[in-house]
């Protein structure tokens, strides 16, 4: 990669969710991963992991940092500029786990519309 890790932990999904939101207004990131820890804090944390230029991604997480702050609570946030080729590895686990969370937390219901859909657009042609 070569170029920065960015890491915004916050207690709950919706000061988590803020903070990404604002992460990525602020400047071009991407979203490479999350991880939900129970107990941080007596509570569920949630830390979000992005990725990009180095200048872009320390934009992203103070931007993060001050929006989910009004939100609620951040417990730390880091950047990591140009990682260790080994982190490197870290991080491509990380987008491969997020990316099967998220096919794998679609709900049923949209995935039979798409199913629908799909056989609607077949039957048309």
Same mark, same amino acid.
């Given at each position: 990669?070569?170029?920065?890790?960015?890491?915004?932990?916050? &207690? $709950?999904?919706?000061?988590?969710?803020?903070?990404?939101?604002?992460?990525?207004?602020?400047?071009?990131?991407?979203?490479? $991963?999350?991880?939900?820890?129970?107990?941080? $804090?007596?509570?569920?944390?949630?830390?979000?992991?992005?990725?990009?230029?180095?200048?872009?991604?320390?934009?992203?997480?103070?931007?993060?940092?001050?929006?989910?702050?009004?939100?609620?609570?951040?417990?730390?946030?880091?950047?990591?500029?140009?990682?260790?080729?080994?982190?490197?590895?870290? &991080?491509?686990?990380?987008?491969?786990?997020?990316?099967?969370?998220?096919?794998?937390?679609?709900?049923?219901?949209?995935?039979?519309?798409?199913?629908?859909?799909?056989?609607?657009?077949?039957?048309?042609?």
């Amino acid at each position: 990669m070569r170029a920065a890790l960015g890491l915004v932990e916050a &207690i $709950g999904l919706t000061t988590a969710i803020t903070a990404l939101d604002a992460a990525g207004k602020a400047a071009d990131v991407k979203l490479v $991963g999350y991880e939900k820890v129970i107990g941080a $804090g007596k509570a569920v944390s949630v830390t979000v992991h992005i990725a990009g230029e180095v200048a872009a991604v320390k934009a992203s997480v103070e931007a993060a940092v001050a929006a989910a702050s009004k939100v609620g609570t951040v417990l730390s946030h880091h950047v990591i500029p140009r990682p260790h080729e080994e982190v490197d590895l870290i &991080i491509q686990a990380f987008e491969k786990k997020a990316k099967k969370k998220i096919v794998k937390e679609q709900p049923k219901e949209s995935k039979t519309k798409q199913n629908k859909q799909s056989k609607n657009k077949k039957k048309e042609e």
